[in-house]
């Protein structure tokens, strides 16, 4: 097992997001979370990748306690985070946004063998690594976000709500990403509320609803469900 969440439960301040979550990822697979905008998704990937602790429950990485690990160590067990709103540095070069991502002590040696890797993936940010990232299209943004992950040769990538306030021709752009990666053998957990799209790139996912887990199974399983065909794929 790469990931494993048992009982977990966490929230900001008083209010409670989390509730009892329990679910796993394994090597090579693609998992994702499916749900309504305000279920929890976003707060979970957090809660993995450190930025906010549990209340309680346990969650480990390959067998390592990820709750007695500081956050900013997190990534160094192999762990990279592509989040909401792709986050990169709108005034920094292409180039530099992935240099950011091989800041981990065991990648920077690596640094150029991982450039050009990243490149030979995406050769569009090979054409615009001299560009300014902010003045790229949402595409090529959300292109770049995952290329800095991949800067730190990880493991386990979370890729939070890749195709959020993008035009439904990049969102086909954005899905066919995750599906190179995922051909590169990547590990790869994705939090999307774009059902019918995540379901083609995934072999398996969770349903959450208001912090808990209803449902799990295969991808196939799920978009045959006729509960979320009506609620989420508006069939």
């Not at 301040?13 to 979370?33: N, R, Y």
């Amino acid at each position: 097992m790469m990931l494993e969440l048992q009982g977990v439960s966490a929230g900001y301040g008083k209010f409670q997001a989390l509730f009892d979550v329990s679910m796993s990822v394994d090597a090579g697979e693609a998992v994702a979370v499916i749900g309504a905008n305000g279920a929890g998704k976003t707060t979970l990937l957090r809660v993995i990748s450190g930025l906010l602790p549990v209340s309680s429950g346990q969650m480990s990485m390959e067998g390592q306690d990820l709750a007695a690990i500081a956050p900013h160590k997190i990534v160094s067990t192999g762990i990279a985070h592509v989040p909401e709103s792709r986050r990169l540095f709108p005034r920094l070069t292409v180039e530099d946004n992935l240099r950011m991502g091989a800041f981990v002590a065991a990648a920077r040696p690596r640094f150029r063998d991982r450039l050009e890797y990243v490149y030979e993936l995406f050769p569009r940010l090979r054409e615009r690594r001299h560009q300014l990232a902010g003045t790229m299209s949402g595409g090529e943004q959300q292109m770049c976000a995952i290329g800095r992950a991949l800067m730190s040769e990880p493991k386990l990538i979370l890729l939070d709500e890749p195709s959020m306030g993008l035009a439904p021709v990049i969102v086909q752009q954005v899905f066919d990403l995750v599906r190179r990666i995922r051909s590169e053998g990547y590990t790869v957990l994705i939090v999307e509320q774009n059902v019918r799209q995540v379901l083609r790139v995934v072999d398996r996912a969770y349903l959450l609803e208001v912090g808990r887990i209803q449902a799990e199974g295969s991808a196939a399983e799920l978009a045959a469900s006729d509960e979320i065909r009506k609620a989420y794929m508006g069939l």
